[in-house]
């Protein structure tokens, strides 16, 4: 018996070595923007604060090394911004190009035999990798979503649906990437019959044999985001926003598109401060008398953008409307004995047969993902107003499909 998968392999180009310090800079910035990010998150929220001194010392040094280039590099800022944008787009095009050529994936070729298990695995340079596994010790088959990012800002290019083989040891063999989670559930349907073992979704929540855990319940606060209206046997399911929500809104929308602005605003912020900290060095370096001006606290908050950095603010802020109205949709379904429809706002983005959906699961990574799968196609409903939504979309849908739970994995 013979299998036949294809995989992605990481694209390395010249360009991606010739940006390679502009995207350490990048990678660098986003690590401060994500702990700022969460830090202020926790606090707002949660009422936490980051208590470890040694990590306060560490940002607080990389931040004022960044202000002291950003100072004396102020005059080239705009241009600076540009040239990082422009090689950010032509990485994002290339990475874009390669992913979505057929050839660029490499085949995996599966030999089974009565007790063993023996795979071959293509090089993009010819090479191969051969494996050989007793049948005895292959536990599973398992689904993952993977995020393929490009080589070099390493920018979010798109997502495609891992097949693995899980061992009892809990080591895996990559064996096929889709690009839809129907047509990795067929691959694995397949293959799961060929080696006669169950399939899973990995680290899913739900009550069906797809699932590897129980659905985690909801919290009380948020236990009624998803209505349910219903007559004659048609259901209306729908998401509904409020007023305790926008702040779990405002975290998706910063976290999507908030870096432009932060890098906008923190440039201009960073030039004062690096002047503060230009001043504290040249006294050091120069053995010279200096006088330092320190701005009173409105001069620190108050705006001193010029007209290129309105533009800058205005085009990001423009982005994040965008982004806040575009997630911010309702999100509705409606359900008869026959078809499933799925709504966001007024488009439809899919149905199913409803004697066809076999399981509803939650993926919590890399993103919140719920997963409608019927026989042969499958829906995704994403980005509704909080995390336990998902979940509890998950068990109406359950309930108004009427789907049997069943017992979990061990």
């Not at 502009?22 to 910035?29: M, N, S, Y």
């Not at 007790?115 to 007793?134: A, H, N, V, W």
């Not at 979010?156 to 989670?181: G, H, R």
């Not at 694995?188 to 073992?197: F, G, P, R, S, V």
Request: include cysteine.
């Amino acid at each position: 018996m013979y299998f036949r998968g294809s995989v992605y392999h990481a694209q390395k180009t010249w360009f991606s070595r010739l940006v390679f310090p502009f995207a350490q800079i990048k990678k660098l910035l986003e690590k401060i923007y994500d702990f700022i990010l969460e830090s202020i998150w926790k606090e707002l929220i949660f009422g936490k604060t980051i208590e470890n001194e040694a990590t306060n010392l560490i940002l607080f040094l990389i931040f004022s090394l960044f202000s002291l280039a950003i100072f004396h590099l102020q005059a080239y800022r705009g241009l600076i911004l540009a040239l990082f944008f422009t090689l950010w787009l032509i990485d994002r095009a290339i990475a874009q190009n390669y992913y979505n050529k057929p050839k660029n994936k490499f085949l995996v070729a599966l030999k089974i035999t009565d007790d063993k298990l023996e795979s071959r695995q293509y090089l993009p340079k010819g090479q191969t990798i051969d494996l050989e596994f007793d049948r005895a010790r292959i536990k599973e088959v398992a689904i993952f979503p993977r995020t393929l990012y490009s080589d070099g800002f390493q920018a979010e290019i798109k997502q495609c649906w891992q097949v693995l083989i899980f061992l009892q040891d809990d080591t895996d063999l990559l064996v096929s990437e889709e690009t839809t989670p129907e047509k990795a559930l067929t691959k694995a349907k397949q293959l799961a019959n060929l080696l006669e073992i169950p399939i899973i979704f990995l680290d899913s929540e739900g009550n069906h044999p797809y699932a590897t855990n129980e659905l985690s319940p909801s919290t009380e606060s948020n236990s009624n985001t998803i209505k349910v209206n219903s007559k004659s046997n048609k259901y209306h399911l729908y998401s509904q926003w409020r007023l305790r929500d926008s702040w779990q809104l405002l975290k998706q929308i910063l976290v999507k598109s908030g870096f432009l602005i932060f890098v906008i605003i923190i440039t201009n912020f960073m030039v004062r401060f690096g002047a503060i900290v230009d001043a504290f060095l040249t006294p050091f370096l120069s053995q010279q008398q200096t006088i330092i001006y320190w701005p009173s606290i409105t001069q620190w908050f108050s705006p001193n953008f010029d007209l290129e950095s309105y533009l800058e603010i205005g085009l990001a802020v423009g982005i994040i409307i965008f982004q806040g109205a575009r997630m911010s949709r309702t999100q509705q379904i409606y359900l008869d004995q026959s078809l499933l429809k799925y709504y966001v706002g007024k488009q439809k983005q899919g149905q199913l047969k409803t004697p066809e959906i076999e399981a509803v699961i939650l993926i919590p990574e890399p993103d919140l993902i719920v997963l409608v799968i019927a026989k042969n196609q499958a829906l995704m409903i994403e980005s509704l107003p909080n995390p336990d939504a998902h979940r509890e979309i998950v068990a109406k849908l359950e309930r108004t499909l009427n789907l049997p739970s069943v017992t979990q994995r061990g």
